[in-house]
C-alpha cells in the first residue's frame, strides 16, 4: 500500500486563484508537522501553508506564479507512519487557528478560534472586541486587539462563521494558541487557517517603541509570515531587510543573508521608498532620543498613548520622512455657497441631514481629480521599475478628530454620491471613528484625504501625506476678507483657506497651483462641477 498523500491549499476564506510567491521546500526535503510549505500572495494577504502532518516531499505540482484556491494539490508527501496516519477526523472537527491543517474536509461543525503565532509576545491583554455572540464574519474580519508594551494587533478571523460564544474578556491576558471563541462554521471545514496576514491593513499593523528591533517597520515590512518568524528566530530588524523577491518582497535567502552580517540582496543599504515598497525604512543614522528625567524639574504624570495614537503616529512619521512634502496655500470665495448652504439646510431641515462646508468640498475634489488624474495616483514598485497609478474611483477620506486620536474614514465613489448622501454617510462614518467602531474597509481604498479644521480655526496648515495616496487637502475656518479688483472698491468675501500638500515625486509645483485653482473655482461656483 502507498503511503503517498497529497497536500492541499486549505481554507483561505474568500480568496481563489491566489498566485504561489514562494515555496520553501524542494523533493527529498523531511518536514514536520507545521513546517511552512509555500506562500501565497492574495492583494489582501501574504498567507503561508503550513505541512497539515510530518513526511518527505516526493513531488512539487505548482511552481511560483501558479494560481491555486482551495484543494488545490500543491506536493505530494511520503507521509511519516503510513497513510493510515492520515489526519484524524477528530482533530478536523474542531479546527484552529494554530493547529496543523488538513486538506481533509470535514462536516460543519464548532472552530475554536486561537491566538496566531504573535512573536514573542506572552500574556498580552485584550484590550478591544470586535465581535458579539450571533454575529457573522468573514475571514480575516478583526476579531479582537492584543496591545502588548511594543505592538498593537488584531487577530482576524481565520474562516467564516457565526460566533456561538466568546471565551474571553478585555483585560484577559492571552498568549499563541489561547482560545478567543468558538465559531459556528459552513458546510466545509478545513483545520487549516490561514496564517495571520502581514499584508494587513495599518489598523492591523503592529506599532511600536523598539529597542533593537524597529518593531513598526518590522510590521510594516513587505514579508510573508514565515519569513517574519525567521527573523524574530535570528533577531532580524525586518525593516533594515531589502527584498529580492517580487516588487521587493523580502524572501528567506535575504534575512539568512542579513543574519551573516549583510552583503547580497539583504545588505539593507539605502533608504528604500518604503510607501511603495511596503518595507520599512533603513539608514537613518541620528541622535539618540534625549532621555530626560522630567520629574527633576517638577511634577509629571505618565499616559500611555492611545492605539490609535501608536499606528496613526507610526504611519505619520513614515509618510513624513519618506515623502518630499510641499504645500501650496490658496484661498476660496465661498460667500454664495455659504449661501447655497443655509438655503439647503432649511429645505433639507426635516431629513435629518445637516450639510456643513465638507461634502461639497468632496465634490470639489472631485472634479479637480478628473482635471488632473496624477493626484488621484499613487507610486507603485521602485527603483526603475517604479510607476503612477491612475485610478479610474473617486474614494475620499476626510481626517476625523476622535477622542482617542486621529482616524480618516474614506467614503467611496464620492462621484456618484448626492451632496447630501456625502454629508450623512459622512456623519454615520465620523460617529463611528469617535465610538471606535470603524472596520478596516472602511478607512482603506480612499485616492486623495481633506482634512478640515474648519470647524475648530487656524488660518493654514501644512498636513501630512496619508500614503500611498500622493496628496492631501487642508482646509480652515472660512473668515470675512476685504477685496478689491480694482484697488479703489473693496467687498466683503467669505474665504475658505486652503493648504494642499502634495509629492514632489508625483507631482510638480504648476500642477499643484493649477490644482487649487481649480477647487477654489469650483467652490466659488458650483456649476463648474459640470464641466
Ligand atoms: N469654516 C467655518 N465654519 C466651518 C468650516 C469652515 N471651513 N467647516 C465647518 N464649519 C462649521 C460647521 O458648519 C459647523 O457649524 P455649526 O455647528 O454652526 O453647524 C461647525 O463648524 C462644526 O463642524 P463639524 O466639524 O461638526 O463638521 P464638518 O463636516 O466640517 O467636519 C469632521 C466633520 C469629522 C471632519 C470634523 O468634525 C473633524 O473631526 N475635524 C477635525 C479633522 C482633523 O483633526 N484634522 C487634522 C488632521 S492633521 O492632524
Known amino acids: 500500500m502507498s503511503n503517498s498523500i497529497d497536500i492541499q491549499v486549505p481554507d483561505i476564506g474568500d480568496f481563489s486563484d491566489v498566485p504561489v510567491i514562494e515555496i520553501f521546500v524542494k523533493v527529498g526535503d523531511t518536514v514536520k508537522a507545521e513546517d511552512p510549505l509555500v506562500s501565497l500572495e492574495s492583494d489582501k494577504a501574504t498567507l503561508d501553508v503550513p505541512a497539515p502532518r510530518g513526511g518527505v516531499v516526493k513531488a512539487i505540482a505548482v511552481k511560483l506564479g501558479d494560481k491555486v484556491s482551495q484543494g488545490s494539490v500543491i506536493m505530494q508527501f511520503e507521509a511519516e507512519g503510513g497513510a493510515a496516519a492520515a489526519a484524524p477526523p477528530a482533530e478536523v472537527a474542531k479546527p484552529s487557528v494554530t493547529a496543523p491543517p488538513s486538506a481533509v474536509s470535514a462536516p460543519a461543525g464548532l472552530a475554536e478560534v486561537r491566538v496566531p503565532d504573535i512573536g514573542d509576545f506572552k500574556d498580552v491583554p485584550v484590550i478591544e472586541i470586535f465581535v458579539k455572540v450571533g454575529d457573522t464574519v468573514k475571514a480575516e474580519d478583526p ?10 494587533m488584531d487577530v482576524p478571523a481565520p474562516l467564516s462563521g457565526v460566533v456561538k460564544e466568546i471565551r474571553i474578556q478585555l483585560g484577559d491576558k492571552v498568549s499563541q494558541g489561547s482560545v478567543v471563541l468558538l465559531l459556528a462554521t459552513g458546510d466545509v471545514l478545513s483545520a487549516a487557517a490561514p496564517v495571520v496576514a502581514v499584508a494587513a491593513p495599518p489598523a492591523q499593523a503592529a506599532a511600536a517603541v523598539g529597542a533593537s528591533v524597529n518593531e513598526a517597520a518590522f510590521a510594516l515590512a513587505y514579508a510573508g509570515p514565515a ?16 527584498g529580492s523577491g517580487e516588487h521587493g518582497r523580502i524572501v528567506r535567502t535575504d534575512v539568512e543573508a542579513f543574519a551573516r552580517g549583510g552583503g547580497g540582496p539583504a545588505a539593507a543599504p539605502a533608504p528604500k521608498p518604503a510607501a511603495a515598497a511596503g518595507g ?40 513624513w520622512v519618506v515623502i518630499p512634502h510641499v504645500t501650496t496655500h490658496d484661498e476660496a470665495d465661498i460667500t454664495e455657497l455659504e449661501q447655497f448652504r443655509v438655503q439647503m439646510n432649511k429645505e433639507l431641515e426635516k431629513s435629518g441631514v445637516k450639510l456643513s462646508m465638507l461634502p461639497f468640498m468632496m465634490k470639489a475634489a472631485v472634479s479637480a481629480l478628473k482635471k488632473f488624474p496624477e493626484f488621484n495616483a499613487s507610486l507603485d514598485g521602485q527603483g526603475n521599475e517604479q510607476s503612477l497609478v491612475l485610478k479610474n474611483y473617486w474614494h475620499i477620506g476626510f481626517a476625523a478628530d476622535t477622542p482617542n486620536g486621529l482616524m480618516v474614514p474614506v467614503i467611496r465613489d464620492v462621484d456618484k454620491k448626492t451632496v447630501p448622501e456625502i454629508a450623512k454617510e459622512m456623519g454615520e462614518l465620523a460617529k463611528l471613528a469617535r465610538e471606535g467602531k470603524l472596520k478596516p474597509d472602511q478607512m482603506s481604498g480612499g485616492t486623495f484625504t481633506i482634512s478640515s479644521l474648519g470647524g475648530i480655526g487656524g488660518i493654514y496648515f501644512t498636513p501630512i501625506i496619508n500614503a500611498p495616496e500622493v496628496a492631501i487637502m487642508g482646509v480652515c475656518k472660512s473668515y470675512w476678507k476685504q477685496h478689491s479688483s480694482d484697488g479703489k472698491t473693496y467687498t466683503s468675501r467669505l474665504t475658505l483657506p486652503l493648504s494642499l500638500s502634495w509629492d514632489h515625486r508625483v507631482i510638480d509645483g504648476a500642477a499643484a497651483a493649477r490644482f487649487n485653482v481649480h477647487f477654489a473655482n469650483v467652490l466659488a461656483d458650483l456649476r463648474r462641477v459640470l464641466f
Open 143 to 152: 476579531l479582537v486587539s492584543l496591545e502588548s508594551d511594543k505592538a498593537t
Open 227 to 242: 519569513v517574519r518568524k525567521l527573523a524574530r528566530e535570528l533577531g532580524v530588524d525586518l525593516g533594515r531587510v531589502s
Open 280 to 319: 520599512g525604512i533603513g539608514g537613518l543614522e541620528l541622535l539618540a532620543w534625549p532621555k530626560v528625567d522630567f520629574a527633576k524639574f517638577g511634577p509629571v504624570e505618565r499616559k500611555e498613548l492611545s492605539r490609535i495614537k501608536k499606528i496613526s503616529g507610526a504611519n505619520l512619521h513614515r509618510n
